[in-house]
């Protein structure tokens, strides 16, 4: 079933890919150019998703939306994963007053509102790809790091990580040659995690106006343009956007559930005998 599931997902994602790079390249049509004799011109055969306000294409402009967000997203999700596995390590190995500290302030992190934390972020510096990439990145590193700390934890009392510490190596040999490849396949499958929040979280922030200037192209600021059109009846600004977020962010989700499925032992009870 996880297969099955993880299959479908992966094709959904591939799918979704080509179109994001292949349609903006062979329809040769720039997306930033604006029409306005052509604007909000409904699905058809010449504009397949319709056109928006400014009369430019949204076949072209959501494929190219979606490129964006999905590489503002695995940027945002590689980054909170490298910061939570360092903070976890961190935690993990030192244990004691560190690890206590550590993982107080990793609760207090996680208690604030992220979408607040991330506008307060994204707002002092508008417009900046860098900002909204730390502004997400800084917000959902804490899950990550419970993870690694546990996984670490785990390790520690290992009979081979006992033998290479009584064999004299050192606490970095220990921890780049038994712990790293240990927690890795939790961290990847962290990445995979991360991305539908970051894909949504990005796309909320572009939506209320901090995140990408409009002349981007973000599934986030499509969505904030087919407010005004909705109110005169363009309801495909909103439909083909929204459809591709929603496609987009199930197909991760259900991609890194099958994942962590496929990689998380089964505990001893879910053993059969």
Request: charge should be positive; proline fraction near 5%.
């Amino acid at each position: 079933m996880d297969r099955r599931r993880l299959a479908v997902a992966g094709a959904v994602l591939a799918v979704l890919a080509l179109y994001a790079v292949f349609v903006p390249w062979l329809s040769g049509v720039d997306d930033r150019v604006t029409d306005f004799a052509a604007a909000r011109q409904g699905p058809s055969t010449s504009h397949w998703f319709g056109t928006d306000s400014a009369g430019r294409d949204l076949l072209v402009r959501s494929a190219a939306a979606i490129r964006t967000s999905l590489v503002i997203a695995a940027a945002c999700a590689l980054l909170a994963t490298v910061i939570g596995a360092a903070v976890g390590t961190i935690a993990g190995l030192w244990g004691g007053p560190v690890d206590r500290v550590v993982m107080r302030s990793t609760d207090a992190i996680n208690a604030l509102p992220h979408l607040l934390l991330g506008i307060v972020i994204v707002a002092m510096f508008r417009g900046s790809l860098v900002a909204i990439v730390l502004s997400i990145a800084l917000t959902h590193w804490t899950q990550v790091a419970r993870i690694v700390r546990s996984e670490i934890l785990g390790l520690r009392g290992r009979p081979y990580i006992d033998a290479a510490v009584l064999a004299g190596a050192s606490r970095t040999h220990v921890i780049t040659r038994h712990m790293v490849p240990a927690i890795l396949p939790q961290a990847l499958v962290a990445v995979v995690l991360l991305l539908p929040h970051a894909i949504w979280h990005e796309s909320t922030l572009s939506f209320l106006g901090f995140g990408l200037p409009p002349h981007e192209p973000s599934l986030g600021t499509l969505l904030s343009e087919a407010r005004s059109s909705l109110l005169l009846g363009g309801w495909w600004t909103l439909v083909f956007p929204a459809g591709i977020l929603v496609l987009a962010t199930v197909s991760v989700a259900a991609a890194g559930s099958a994942l962590r499925a496929a990689t998380v032992p089964p505990k001893p009870s879910e053993l059969r005998l």
